[in-house]
């Protein structure tokens, strides 16, 4: 990207729209040499227009590199094409993960909270793992602590796969440690359901505790397990939360964020 910024820039005199969707920017950034870091500095301080995907990513750019020119625009969720209705008063509660198998994105501390609470959870939740990463582990852990009763590996999905998932599950999960603003919370949003999620990059302004999910620390097994109980002991609140974050995703459909975009790019080449 930043041969591409240097083409742009400096042969060409193009304008540089930088849109960043990096969930550990803040830790790249203090990882890398020296010599990258001054690129990366140059690269981001002369783009004419950074775009990020929260208020908290913002600040963090604004802060760091001291830019003048930041624009907020939210990731895109698509339109909801089944109506859908959460509820939930008898059964299992069906809890949704979808994203990469890895530390970062918690899955493997819903694993121990599931181990350490194999009595209490089983036959009253099932929990669905999409995605791909670390499977084997996955799989290792479910086999050796039997928790295939409750815990379901179902592979990559996508389409219509992906979609019967969303509608026919109550509540999403992920507990991740770093984050942007992820697409799984974004659909998740518009298919009705609570979100049992952290308040890493932009997440917190998508879920408000019990009001349309369950906030937990990234890393921390027991308030893991105390959102899990949360769902289970009140299931009459998964509509609740459900309709709660149904009106949240209004503001990430297309048209509200390509009329944003539409207006960046037209006010910097009225600029020339």
């Known amino acids: 990207k930043y041969i591409i910024f240097l083409i742009s820039k400096h042969f060409f005199n193009k304008k540089v729209i930088y849109h960043i969707h990096g969930a550990e920017y803040h830790l ?3 990882e890398v040499s020296l010599k990258v870091r001054k690129n990366i500095n140059s690269f981001i301080k002369n783009a004419d227009v950074l775009i990020v ?27 909801c094409d089944v109506q859908v209705q959460k509820m939930k008063e008898v059964g299992l509660v069906r809890l949704l993960f979808l994203g990469k198998i890895d530390k970062r994105k918690g899955i493997f501390d819903v694993l121990e909270s599931v181990k350490q609470n194999k009595k209490l959870f089983e036959n009253k939740i099932q929990i669905i793992i999409g995605g791909d990463g670390e499977v084997e582990k996955l799989k290792q852990i479910i086999s050796e602590y039997n ?37 799984s919370l974004l659909e998740a949003l518009s298919y009705k359901m609570p979100l049992i999620s952290t308040h890493v990059g932009g997440i917190s302004e998508i879920l408000e505790h019990k009001k349309n999910g369950y906030v937990v620390e990234p890393g921390n097994i027991e308030q893991i397990t105390d959102s899990l109980k949360f769902y289970l002991q009140h299931k009459s609140l998964i509509k609740l939360h459900g309709n709660n974050s149904y009106e949240i995703a209004n503001r990430y459909f297309p048209e509200i964020v390509f009329n944003q975009l539409d207006k960046i790019y037209k006010e910097l080449v009225n600029e020339y």
């Open 147 to 183: 928790l295939s009763d409750t815990v379901e590996y179902v592979g990559w999905v996508s389409g219509e796969k992906k979609r019967e998932l969303f509608v026919n599950s109550d509540v999403m999960l992920l507990p991740s440690y770093n984050e942007g603003l992820p697409i």
């Open 28 to 30: 790249f950034i203090d």
């Open 53 to 79: 995907l929260s208020k908290q990513w913002a600040l963090f750019f604004s802060n760091k590199f001291k830019h003048k020119s930041i624009e907020i625009v939210n990731n895109i969720v698509p339109f």
